[in-house]
């Protein structure tokens, strides 16, 4: 308790700059952590269903049995979902229905992350705003004509110093996370797009065998009736 106590007290010897800054990092905390519990949810690709998409001429039935499974949050559900229930219909329109659910997936990760963005280009500049505020106290104490303590003078460098610091460590501490969001975020969208080009071309496949049953079908009649 005294070692929270002893810390908090130095953290508030950096000045009046210090409290949006905790705030700042108080908020960068909650959006990554936000981020981090919705990623590990709706981002959740399981190998069976993987090796399913992957497999040359797969069961459609079956595709769909294993994304109920996964629930309606998970985004590579979701994708699927729209290509399987669009797969009766021509394929520039099932392309159309993926993209558009592709872009509505892309919205719900990135949700937050311009905060973290945000933050990490506030975060330095209050603290070099807390930086200037100290120096300032500093010199207004050596100009002064009266016996200067050094006390009084290191205070004011203590302010900058501690102002700074906390602005680059809340701001590092959101870039880290801004980054990993954004190349996890990539990584998903980059492997839908893959899957779902497998998709797209089992349907292509599907409509070219029946296209050729409808056409062989009157010449199979014809021959009967020959006969």
Not at 32 to 41: P, Q
Not at 203 to 209: K, M
Request: proline share 4%.
């Amino acid at each position: 308790m005294n070692e929270l106590k002893g810390a908090w007290e130095a953290i508030t010897y950096g000045g009046p700059m210090v409290y949006p800054l905790l705030a700042l990092g108080v908020i960068a905390l909650a959006i990554i952590i936000d981020r981090a519990v919705a990623y590990g949810r709706c981002l959740r690709l399981p190998g069976d269903l993987l090796a399913l998409a992957e497999t040359y001429g797969f069961d459609w039935q079956e595709l769909e049995k294993r994304l109920a499974a996964l629930g309606p949050h998970n985004a590579y559900a979701r994708f699927f979902k729209t290509i399987a229930d669009n797969r009766a219909k021509p394929v520039w329109w099932v392309e159309s229905r993926a993209g558009d659910e592709a872009g509505a997936i892309e919205k719900t990760l990135n949700r937050g992350l311009w905060i973290l963005e945000t933050v990490v280009t506030a975060a330095p500049l209050l603290g070099l705003l807390g930086t200037i505020t100290g120096m300032m106290q500093a010199f207004k104490i050596i100009g002064t004509s009266t016996l200067v303590a050094p006390t009084q003078v290191t205070s004011g460098v203590a302010e900058a110093l501690i102002a700074t610091a906390l602005g680059l460590l809340i701001a590092i501490l959101s870039l880290f996370g801004f980054n990993f969001f954004s190349r996890t975020q990539a990584q998903a969208l980059d492997r839908m797009e893959r899957l779902g080009s497998r998709l797209i071309d089992h349907i292509r496949l599907d409509q070219e065998n029946g296209a050729s049953e409808n056409a062989a079908a009157p010449l199979a009649r014809a021959r009967e009736a020959a006969r």
